[in-house]
């Protein structure tokens, strides 16, 4: 299993960007699809976006086509969330995590990292 730890979270105000990483551990990230996820108070974890494993081909959840990226950078091991005008109701827990396969990493992914708080002030 791979090891996953999020930053890049915090407090930024409607309309603003901010931009999430998540770092892997191990020597195998490169065949690992990888994904995020987000999770509001009182509500499910949610599928936000994935990222296949090399040739990068992407997939977003509608709530947040158009206006987040993921991309990923396999020499420094880490997958990227740039997420741009920020709305309210973006704010959740980020989580990111990873799974060999493309379709299981948007549904039943294998590894979690422990999540990074994203608020989105009015």
């Known amino acids: 299993q791979v090891q996953l730890v999020e930053s890049g979270g915090g407090l930024v105000q409607a309309g603003g960007s901010l931009r999430l990483s998540c770092a892997a551990s191990?020597?195998?990230?490169?065949?690992?699809?990888m994904g995020w996820f987000r999770q509001a108070p009182g509500k499910e974890r949610e599928f936000v976006a994935a990222?296949?494993?090399?040739?990068?081909?992407?997939y977003y959840a509608d709530s947040v086509k158009g206006r987040f990226t993921i991309s990923r950078d396999n020499a420094k091991n880490t997958v990227y969330l740039q997420m741009n005008s920020l709305k309210p109701e973006d704010t959740a827990v980020y989580y990111c995590?990873?799974?060999?396969?493309?379709?299981?990493?948007?549904?039943?992914?294998?590894?979690w990292g422990q999540g990074t708080q994203v608020t989105v002030s009015s």
């Open positions: 990222i296949s494993t090399s040739n990068g081909v992407t």
């Open positions: 191990g020597r195998t990230f490169s065949t690992y699809a």
């Open positions: 995590a990873a799974d060999p396969a493309f379709v299981a990493v948007r549904t039943r992914p294998r590894s």
